[in-house]
């Protein structure tokens, strides 16, 4: 669940939610009956769909969105510079060139998906748009300047929809002039492979567009779960509370990092433990994000920040990418506890 971070389009904070996911990729049979009761209560009508930022996880959007098919008049991929469009727009093509020497799709379906997407630097290419989903880096202050400007270039009709992990959905609503037409869509990297999108609902967001975009995330063929403007959504705010209690144990000496993560595993049935996880994201990060969770929500008890967390990034020791963090490391291959 947690790959999903560094990029041109994404942040320390979505990270979280991707390499987890990617190794408990959800059962066939759940899935295709999760998406045949969407397909048949609601349908989103989107004819035309936007999205901003090329980088990790807009890329993956936009070509998800593109290969489903259902937009009779395009998409719209937008990048304020060349470079980053034209960065995105190569991404996309690698990515669908793949997919067909893997027989995944045919030649043609891909070269209709990219036949019907429109790259611009030009943001009122996006004037007309039934929704745009963001997928810029997790800054409040430059998704402020890029809604503000959104509000005033888009029709009425236009629904905008952030691909954030871990900022706040009515904050950012309140930037855009119509908060009523605003939620989150968060999606899961890599895009193209993850099932699950979370649609967040607002404080504001009117329940007919929330519906919309709901069915939307089915449509172009992923799981969509609802969920309110909580910190970290489900996913991250059920995960990286584990990390933290984990960490927690490991200072005070209740277990050593391999029992802990045997125990979970064995215990708890997941994939691998959460100290074992938290070094493949990346201890960096994940401190990242209890920084900015326990800033943003001082008078939460869950988000504490462990000492030994603080200390194996103070010293460089970063997990996986670093060659050492809860364990030692070999490329991908995980070594023994650093103990």
Known sequence: MLRKFISSSSSSHGRLSTSLCRTQLLPKRVVAAHHQKMMSTATSGFEKVGVIGLGLMGHGICQVAAVSGIHSKGIVAYE?????????KARIEQSL???VSKGKIAQENADSALHNI????????????DMIVEAVIEKMDLK??????????????????????????????QFSGRTDRFLGVHFFNPVQLMKLVEVIKAEETDQAVFDKCYAWVSEIGKVPVSCGDTPGFI?????????????LMVDRGDATVKDIDLSMQLGAGHPMGPLHLADYIGLDTILSVMKSWKEGWPEE?????????????????????????????DGDKRGDPLE
């Open 80 to 88: 304020p510079e060349q470079k980053f469009l034209d960065s995105g």
């Open 97 to 99: 060139a793949k997919l």
């Open 118 to 129: 429109t790259f611009t630097t030009d943001m009122h290419e996006l004037a007309d748009t």
């Open 144 to 173: 402020k300047e890029i809604y503000t400007s959104l509000g005033k270039v888009c029709e009425e009709k236009t629904i905008f929809a952030s691909n954030t992990s871990g900022l706040s959905i009515t904050e950012m609503a």
């Open 235 to 247: 996913v991250n705010r059920l995960l990286v509370p584990s990390f933290i209690q984990s960490m």
């Open 301 to 329: 008890p869950a988000f504490v920040i462990p000492q030994c967390i603080q200390d194996k990034v103070a010293a460089g020791h970063f997990g996986r990418k670093a060659g050492k963090g809860f364990y030692h490391w």
